[in-house]
């Protein structure tokens, strides 16, 4: 009687590839590429990290309470442009409506009045954000831009509310015929609109360009040594 042979890896090999109802070989070691850890090969991004999420907050605070700020000053902006703005004369024959001084210039004198203090309004705002805020940010300008049209929009519909009635008719019908009342304050020009936001960003631009922080320039590289 013999004894059986041992049998040996490469035969155990052997019997699992010819055997189709085998088991699969396990392999010892980690598995690149799966599983619920994510490797290299998950292609999933990380979260963006407190640090990086900060600067994003901090220039949407500031762009939000520029636009606060500067859209209040649509209040004084509409209040001058009612005092400021030379009034239009109209007279009524209790028929119609006319033009008392018809080659005036009282109307073009409105769309002016309000170009320059979209101008000058728009230049303080922009000097009082740079003086505050130096070191300068995306945030504010974007605040000085969209607080800038709202404070031009602001001033324009403040000014034609409380100004004359835009009602002629009933306006020349109050005063009596012969009377000269004054026309609805318009704004006849609406580009006139852009003023304030434009001088906002260029002077807050020119501030920043001349008195900025700027960052520190690179140190020069070393000199070569000298070839003997």
């Known amino acids: ?18 055997d189709p ?24 991004g990380k ?6 999420a900060l600067p994003v907050r901090q220039e949407a605070r500031d762009a939000v309470l520029v636009t606060l700020a500067v859209a209040v000053l649509g209040v004084v902006f509409g209040l001058l442009w009612l005092w400021l703005a030379p009034r239009v004369p109209l007279i009524s024959d209790g028929d119609a409506v006319y033009l008392k001084h018809p080659e005036g210039e009282e109307a073009m004198g409105a769309d002016g009045t309000f170009v320059l203090l979209g101008l000058g309004l728009g230049a303080l705002a922009g ?17 000085l831009a969209a607080g800038g049209l709202v404070a031009a929009l602001i001033g324009w519909k403040l000014g034609v509310w409380l100004g004359p009635t835009s009602d002629l ?14 026309a609805p304050l318009k704004l006849e020009a609406k ?32 000199a070569p040594p000298p070839a003997w």
């Open 1 to 18: 009687m013999t004894a059986p042979k041992p049998s040996s890896p490469n035969s155990d090999h052997s019997q699992r590839q010819h």
């Open 191 to 222: 580009g006139a609109l852009l003023a304030f936001p434009f001088a906002a960003l260029a002077v807050h631009l020119a501030f920043t360009a001349a008195f900025g922080k700027r960052d520190p320039e690179p140190p020069l590289p070393p």
């Open 21 to 44: 109802w085998a088991a699969p070989p396990q392999h010892a070691g980690p598995q690149h590429g799966g599983g619920a850890g994510g490797g290299p090969g998950d292609g999933g």
């Open 127 to 143: 000097t009082a954000v740079f003086w505050l805020r130096r070191q300068g940010g995306v945030g504010l300008v974007v605040g």
């Open 169 to 182: 008719a009933a306006h020349a019908k109050d005063v009596g015929e012969g009377k000269t009342f004054d």
């Open 47 to 52: 979260p963006p990290s407190l640090a990086e």
